[in-house]
């Protein structure tokens, strides 16, 4: 084990939390929870923060795979530090294939993206179509992030409601790009389910979340819900 990982483990040790663990790994079936540390995303974060100002950083990201969750949640803080664009999407790229769990996946979002959105955008089109669940998720995540504000264009909409998997992560990320897309882009976004665009599963599951958002008024909602797919 090199110097800076045997660092990074001991320090992830001592911010533990036994009920933090617990909590957390009832939300991430798909992790073992032996490789679950139990630090909170605050400490996280501010951990990130003090090593991202080190050399020894580069190195840090180079050591896949990582041995505990925690080491995975750090490592996707450290390339939300990273100012250059290439070198930020290129390290997304290295780290992608080690992703195991939704988690991880949903907390990554480089700032340096936004200010190179159609770069970006070009990139995240090559992410939907990966044969890996995070992958695509992730470039899922990236268009709900980015391109559902000022950035948006009717036809990415189109882009997610091509998306076929049997994946859960999968299919639940899309029905929250379209509930987000309800909030935000309604008019756009609404046709995709009154013509039942999406599978029915993904369909009801965007009403849903659609629904419980306060950002759709009662009246939106109230029509949504007879939109859902028997």
């Not at 999407?89 to 700032?111: G, H, Q, R």
């Amino acid at each position: 084990m090199s110097i800076i990982e045997e660092e990074v483990q001991h320090r992830l040790f001592e911010l533990q939390d036994l009920k933090y663990k617990e909590f957390a790994c009832k939300l991430m079936p798909t992790v073992n929870p032996e490789t679950v540390i139990g630090v909170r995303t605050p400490d996280l974060r501010k951990l990130a923060r003090e090593f991202s100002k080190r050399p020894e950083v580069a190195e840090f990201l180079e050591i896949l795979p990582h041995r505990y969750y925690e080491e995975n949640n750090l490592h996707g803080f450290l390339i939300e530090t990273i100012r250059d664009y290439d070198a930020a999407v290129a390290a997304v790229d290295e780290f992608l294939p080690y992703i195991d769990n939704w988690a991880t996946c949903d907390l990554i979002s480089p700032k340096i993206f936004k200010k190179h959105q159609p770069e970006l955008y070009e990139k995240i089109k090559v992410w939907l179509l990966s044969d890996q669940t995070y992958t695509v998720r992730f470039g899922v995540g990236m268009l709900m992030s980015f391109y559902l504000d000022d950035a948006f264009r009717p036809e990415i909409l189109e882009l997610v409601a091509a998306i076929r998997s049997e994946e859960y992560y999968v299919r639940m990320m899309i029905a929250w790009y379209f509930a987000t897309a309800l909030a935000k882009q309604y008019e756009a976004a609404v046709p995709y389910i009154q013509e039942q665009r999406l599978e029915k599963w993904t369909h009801n599951k965007a009403i849903q979340k659609a629904v419980e958002s306060y950002r759709i008024g009662d009246e939106a909602k109230a029509y949504l819900r007879t939109l859902k797919a028997k």
